[in-house]
């Protein structure tokens, strides 16, 4: 799993997108993956190699426990890496067309709308960091107050949200919307070298299946 | 919008042209679900070949006109007829391909990645093939004047690129009537000027019947043929630029300012001392008089 990280994060930087970037949203999967193991990895069997007392219980760090962080920890950071690589190399285009043909109705249609809807609720959300900014927002101190305030913007993102989809749904509709929205950006067909690296990375997976256990 | 009575029970009618009527809206009320009242026993009429200017304040009931034209809202009172059929559960399925709806925020119109993607949604939902929608929607793009934004994202356009892409988007549908809603709000004078020549163009080229819903009376003045004045959900007057936008009592009652062409017009006669001969609505016009007096 180590290579296959080292040989994604390869790919990732030689196409070109920001390594220092993804090294900072690197801090979201951390964070999930810790927020998940903490108490799992004191509770694998093997060879002991941290223990603690903590409020009259010993719990003990095992290679087991260990390994188990350091697997789930590559296992998101590769998918994260290639996620990431994936959607900033493949046009939107190319994307759309893919889960138009490959998903049913009406799970392509949530794909389709949702590239959009997340633009403009990101601009709705910056637009309201915006004006509590120009009125003293960002200086208020105490994480409760904090809090609050990001709680009443997220709500108001969510209620504004809902009625701004409400006015689209009727633009829609109003040019003739019935449920199916079609991806129709034409793009080229794939290649015979496309074909031939789509069969080979398939077979490698089917034989690593078969014949050897994928960790 | 609070449940007002008009004062007027009739409305004043000056001169209104004969032909053919394809939109015909018969007394028509409407309550929103809160109790509101939007419009209040309307009568209205688009014909064939014409610009008519539905004039405003806010709140007044423009936007709630125009959405019962192509049958988004049903009336509570009255009927709608359309192409001399009226409006019901099965004429409204397909109408949305005759009377095509321009909303006052062209954010809420445009959802799709792309401008060509955006404009191509009505054609497709029409039943176009691809190909022939995309040739469509390059057209309606060509004739708004922004056919090299068809691959942008609609987040990076200007406000005004945003309006023009919008109106592609219905005139791809090749309507019969447009109806726009505010459609020179939000716009710098630059793209106003742009929306008024391609308003103009579609009723002299491709003889659409166009409907505005706008406050902004310059805008009325130099394009429309025909001019309503909403109060409180009714219509409390029609005619033509001339007969309305020179009755000041009129305006006043409505809540609107005079168009600067008129205000123009009154402080030139009246700081020369000259009677009020003429009523110019437009630029051409003033300047004519102005030749002439």
Not at chain 1, 71 to 92: E, N, Q, V
Not at chain 2, 54 to 68: A, I, M, Q, Y
Not at chain 2, 125 to 130: E, F, K, L, Q, V
Not at chain 2, 214 to 238: F, M, N, P, W, Y
Request: with cysteine.
């Amino acid at each position: 799993m180590v290579v296959l990280y080292i040989a994604v994060l390869a790919i990732y930087w030689l196409s070109g997108s920001p390594v220092k970037k993804l090294f900072q949203w690197y801090l979201l999967p951390v964070m999930f993956v810790f927020s998940l193991v903490i108490l799992l990895m004191w509770r694998e069997p093997g060879h002991p190699l941290v223990s603690l007392w903590i409020s009259g219980m010993n719990i003990t760090l095992t290679d087991n426990g260990l390994l188990l962080v350091v697997r789930l920890l590559l296992k998101a950071l590769i998918s994260m890496t290639f996620s990431m690589f994936f959607l900033m190399t493949t046009r939107y285009a190319y994307l759309s067309t893919m889960i138009y043909r490959v998903f049913p109705p009406p799970i392509d249609q949530i794909f389709l709308m949702s590239y959009r809807f997340i633009f403009i609720t990101l601009k709705m959300v910056n637009a309201m960091m915006k004006a509590l900014k120009s009125r003293g927002g960002g200086l208020i101190k105490g994480m409760t107050r904090q809090s609050q305030m990001f709680a009443e913007v997220f709500a108001l993102v969510f209620i504004r949200s809902y009625d701004r989809a409400e006015r689209v749904n009727k633009a829609m509709e109003a040019r003739g919307y019935s449920g199916k929205y079609i991806a129709a950006t034409g793009i080229q067909r794939i290649g015979y070298v496309e074909y031939g690296f789509i069969i080979g990375i398939l077979s490698i997976i089917a034989y690593q299946i078969l014949f050897h256990s994928l960790v | 919008m609070a449940l007002l009575e008009s004062k007027r029970t009739e409305p004043t009618v000056c001169h209104i042209s004969v032909e053919p009527e394809l939109i015909h809206v018969d007394c028509v009320s409407h309550i929103y679900p809160d109790g509101s009242l939007g419009i209040h026993n309307l009568c209205f009429k688009v014909q064939e070949k014409e610009i008519v200017a539905v004039c405003g304040g806010n709140g007044s009931g423009k936007s709630t006109l125009l959405e019962h034209l192509n049958g988004l809202l049903t009336p509570s009172d009255g009927c709608v007829s359309v192409f001399g059929k009226r409006l019901d559960a099965q004429t409204k399925k397909n109408l949305w391909k005759d009377v095509g709806i321009v909303f006052q925020r062209a954010e809420d119109q445009l959802f799709a990645p792309t401008v060509l993607d955006d404009v191509m949604f009505g054609p497709l939902n029409m039943g176009m093939s691809i190909d022939d929608a995309k040739q469509v929607a390059l057209e309606a793009l060509k004739a708004v004047g922004a056919v090299e934004l068809i691959n942008k994202m609609p987040n990076y356009l200007s406000g005004g690129q945003k309006r023009l892409v919008s109106m592609a988007g219905v005139l791809a549908m090749q309507p019969k009537i447009m109806a726009l809603d505010e459609p020179t709000s939000d716009l710098d004078p630059n793209h106003a000027e742009i929306i008024e020549k391609i308003i103009l163009e579609l009723k002299n080229k491709c003889d659409i019947s166009i409907v505005i819903a706008t406050h902004d009376l310059d805008l009325a003045a130099q394009i429309a043929d025909r001019i309503c004045i909403v109060k409180s959900g009714s219509i409390i007057a029609e005619g033509t630029p001339a007969e309305i936008f020179y009755n000041s009592e009129l305006l006043e009652e409505a809540g609107l300012k005079k168009p600067k062409i008129v205000q123009i017009y009154d402080e030139f006669c009246k700081s020369r001392g000259l009677e009020r001969k003429n009523r110019p609505v437009t630029v051409v016009e003033l300047a004519k008089c102005f030749t002439c007096e």
